[in-house]
């Protein structure tokens, strides 16, 4: 949370989010390791945390052992969210950058000095917030007018996708942070079920019925798309008596009444909306619903075109055959994302990330593929152009082909042999933990599998003397943080080498 949490707040988070994690007591020197801070930092922050839980009658109990060693716990006490998200949320709501921004969006900034004196805070803070603000509009390609009669400049879409970005990633999921009743969107939620064929999961219809509230409050401020939105859609609003539906139910939820040309733009808008932001797990077959033939009219055809280029050379270049169900979802889901991408500039993440993640050689490997993977149509189809350029997508298209390949079985598997005097298998449990993306499977017997990638033992455990393998690893009896990253390490090398077979083409 960059722009509205500082370092010791993330601080606190952190410490409850570990504590959060295990029903068990946690030493203090674990907590400090794990946090990388020293033993009177974690006393310090595990003080304020409390603190801050009494403070804002957050119902999470800390419990100290001092025998045999200083350690501590926590007692929940679940209501409808996790108390470590409410905190998160208390800590948001509290911080300048989100009061600034909820002001633009309800129109309540009248002016710094009017903000500073309200929030009992220096006009040079409220300016300091202003200039961090502006860095992050800039990814959202909008500005900040702090002349008379302030106001957010760019384009209409762009600021109602800031501001949906913004109330999805710093509210828990069933928060609602709009004046509206959401209730009122369940007939049009209905109506998109039945457009786009499949029910919304609930996560889904919370974020649709997010979109619908936000939109509402900006046409009831007059706020409305750029006239001629998507041109193309108009030519077949009334070809589907789904989306006639569909058109009815929003008329009636619109706070004022709009004549004909101006109502089409915001249905275009709406249409926009649910299919650019309707990714999935998994598609039911769709191939002659009204969703893509709406699709095809709003770029022309040409981003259908490109996602099936794409995926014939993905599945072409792959050693295992694909199911027509899978080709489906993935077509679905990538045409879905390049729509999104095209219409919408920006990143959600930018509101609850705090530093960027370097790739692992995993991640950058389906990168470079989906990259040079869309190089490649470029020839045949020129829609894609701006696309490549945009490092965001391509991340997200790597994410997405990454995780589905593994669910759907496509990837490869890493057999590890764990000859450890471990009961409990707690090294197995805390190898999945740090290799949570690969599908690990630890074996404690030589006799359970024919062939092992990695044997992991320490020196003096009797039965790494017998054995005589290719990669043996030996780490510390008592293990730790580095001898887990030394594992990871050694699995991402053998898993990229595993993963490379996967695929016939060199990339």
Known sequence: MEYFLDNFQLRKLQLLNVLDSEDRFFSITELAERMGVSNPTVDKTIEAAKNDCLKHRISIVFERCETPVRSISTQRHFEKDSQVLSLRKVYIMDSLNYQLLFDFFSEHFLDVKTFAKERFASHSLIYNK???????????????????????????????????????????????????????????????????????????????????????????????????????????????HLVSNLKKQFKQLLPKQLDEEVFNQEFSFLLLTIYSFDIRDCYQRQITSPHLAIIYQLTNGQLEYQTQIFLQRLFSSLTTAMTAQDFDHFYLNLLNMQIRYSFFSGSPGNFHLKETVAFNPIQKFFYDYVKNNFKATQSVVLFNEPLVENSLFLEDMARFLYSNLQKKGYLPKINFLLLWPDKNNQLAQDIAKQLPLYQICCHHDLSQCQEFDLVIGFDFYQEMANVTYKNMLYINRVYGKKDLVIIQQAAEEIYLKKLKTCFTTDL
């Open 130 to 240: 202003l200039n961090q603000l502006k860095n992050m509009l800039a990814q959202f390609n909008l500005t900040l007018d702090l002349g008379q009669g302030f106001n957010l400049v760019g384009n209409e879409r762009q600021i109602r996708f800031l501001f949906v970005s913004l109330f999805w990633n710093t509210y828990n999921d069933f928060d609602w942070p709009l004046g509206s009743n959401k209730e009122q969107f369940d007939g049009l939620l209905q109506e998109i079920d039945s457009l786009l064929q499949i029910p919304l999961s609930p996560i889904q219809r919370e974020y649709y019925r997010l979109w619908l509230g936000v939109c509402l409050t900006r046409i009831e401020k007059d706020y409305l798309p750029s006239p001629n939105i998507i041109p193309e859609l108009n030519l077949i609003i009334h070809q589907h």
